[in-house]
């Protein structure tokens, strides 16, 4: 089976911008969990969905959101982008509870 | 928010020698689990350990629970060059909704040959 894929793998933008991570999960993984790391912060949870719909939200503001289609694959989106935002966003597959989470490599983003 | 909290940040050790890393956490738990990254990876699942269990085995990977202390430990054995990467403990919390996963700081394992 191939493993997580997160596209693109780097990603650099500018303040004010927005942007869109993608994330094709595990095959017959219906569940998709974002977090976002950073050196200062650590591993903090964003939101994961489940058949299209979000179970769970972790302390974000509203500009981060995400989303995911019928074929488990998810994406997320994070407007007006802050040099705060700079991180290695990490999406993760589980088929249904999240006992065990298959990590992609990540999305490095980095906003000038 | 942070569940896991890791005990050392940083280690480092001699190839060979054992490495031992903490965790605590807060709320009540279903299970807990470690993971390992290697520098700019993704996580890797090493072992899942339940709330009604205490120990066990993977391999050179030891895992303790103890749930009256909300803490456990994750032993490596003979530790290798390859084991260097950061460790992270990871607690689904009770929740009366769907579970979600919360990590840890992590600690920085650096094994020398």
């Known amino acids: 089976k191939a493993g997580v894929t997160q596209t693109p793998r780097y990603l650099i933008k500018t303040r004010g911008q927005q942007v869109t991570l993608s994330c094709s999960p595990i095959?017959?993984?219906?569940?998709v969990s974002w977090y976002q790391q950073t050196p200062g912060q650590g591993l903090q949870f964003l939101f994961e969905?489940?058949?299209?719909?979000?179970?769970n939200k972790g302390n974000f503001p509203g500009r981060f959101s995400g989303r995911q289609f019928s074929n488990s694959r998810s994406e997320m989106n994070v407007s007006t982008l802050e040099l705060g935002d700079s991180a290695l966003y990490l999406c993760?597959?589980?088929?249904?509870?999240?006992?065990?989470?298959?990590f992609g490599s990540g999305t490095q983003l980095s906003v000038l | 928010s942070q569940q896991g909290e890791e005990d050392p940040q940083a280690l480092s050790i001699q190839e060979g020698e054992n490495a031992t890393m903490n965790c605590s956490y807060k709320?009540?738990?279903?299970?807990l689990q470690w993971y390992r990254q290697n520098s700019g990876r993704g996580l890797v699942h090493l072992i899942l350990?339940?709330?009604?269990?205490r120990e066990k085995h993977s391999g050179r990977l030891r895992v303790t629970l103890d749930t009256s202390k909300k803490s456990s430990s994750l032993l490596i054995t003979a530790s290798r060059a390859a084991d260097t990467a950061s460790y992270f403990c990871?607690?689904?919390?009770?929740?009366?909704?769907?579970?979600?996963?919360?990590f840890g700081p992590g600690t920085s394992l650096s094994v020398i040959p």
């Open positions: 993760a597959s589980s088929p249904d509870s999240p006992e065990k989470l298959f």
């Open positions: 095959s017959g993984h219906r569940s």
């Open positions: 969905y489940f058949s299209e719909t979000q179970r």
């Open positions: 709320t009540s738990i279903n299970n």
């Open positions: 350990i339940r709330s009604n269990e």
């Open positions: 990871a607690t689904e919390e009770v929740k009366t909704s769907y579970d979600k996963v919360i």
